[in-house]
């Protein structure tokens, strides 16, 4: 049986980033700034969940394009989560976030970067 783990991890990022956008909607602090230098923040959580998405129902390793996509989905995440967010300065509110957003971004990041492997666990299969 295939692993689950990166839907599960694509879910954790789509549950993440819909936290954000609401917190950002309701102004529940902390929540993250309405606008940054390259863009307003809810147009880009709205697109970085819809990329998700779209890997998610696809199958996040079920071929070229759905990889892609969830790559494309751990770039936007790590807009929000990256490591960058470890000084920022509300890290003590915004830390289990950061963390739950960096495991499962590097879960994607392993399972995109590993060979397509098939039941068998055999590269091709």
């Keep these: 049986m295939p692993s689950r783990l990166p839907q599960a991890a694509l879910g954790t990022l789509i549950i993440l980033q819909l936290v954000m956008l609401a917190s950002l909607f309701s102004g529940v602090a902390p ?3 309405r606008l940054i230098p390259l863009f307003a923040m809810a147009p880009f959580l709205a697109a970085s969940m819809a990329i998700a998405m779209m890997a998610l129902v696809l199958g996040p390793l079920s071929g070229k394009t759905a990889r ?3 790559g494309l989905a751990v770039v936007a995440a790590l807009i929000s989560y990256g490591p960058q ?4 300065p509300a890290i003590g509110e915004i830390w289990p976030a950061v963390l739950l957003g960096q495991i499962a971004s590097l879960i994607l990041l392993a399972a995109v970067a590993k060979p397509n492997l098939g039941e068998s666990g055999r590269a091709g299969s």
């Design 31 to 33: 929540h993250p700034p």
């Design 85 to 88: 967010k470890w000084i920022d």
């Design 68 to 70: 892609a996509l969830t």
